[in-house]
């Protein structure tokens, strides 16, 4: 079965870090880009990464310099670093893939002021 399963979620003080985690089954990791969408309460789901199969990133305006998105292609795993984390950055964080219309179950990031 084709999945996305993401970890690495939790609490953490403003300025602290966390390191987020998408796994992917293999058959599609290696030709997908996987992309990270986050949603605070009452907001939509906002884009705030990706990364193709290439390596080549983007990044949403708010996280540029803070969040780093690098891929595993031995593990079928993306990471998405956090650093210098923010309480407007608590939201569910997602990991995406569009070309299968994909979602993961989600990990909720909380950051204390």
């Known amino acids: 079965q084709v999945q996305l399963v993401e970890s690495g979620g939790g609490l953490v003080q403003a300025g602290g870090s966390l390191r987020l985690s998408c796994a992917a089954s293999?058959?599609?990791?290696?030709?997908?880009?996987i992309t990270w969408y986050r949603q605070a309460p009452g907001n939509q789901r906002d884009f705030v990464a990706a990364i193709n199969p290439g390596g080549s990133t983007n990044y949403a305006d708010s996280v540029k310099g803070r969040f780093t998105i690098s891929r595993d292609n031995a593990k079928n795993t993306v990471h998405l670093q956090m650093n210098s984390l923010k309480p407007e950055d608590t939201a569910i964080y997602y990991c995406y893939v569009r070309w299968r219309d994909l979602w993961g179950q989600g990990t909720q990031v909380t950051v204390s002021s």
């Open positions: 293999g058959s599609i990791f290696s030709i997908s880009t």
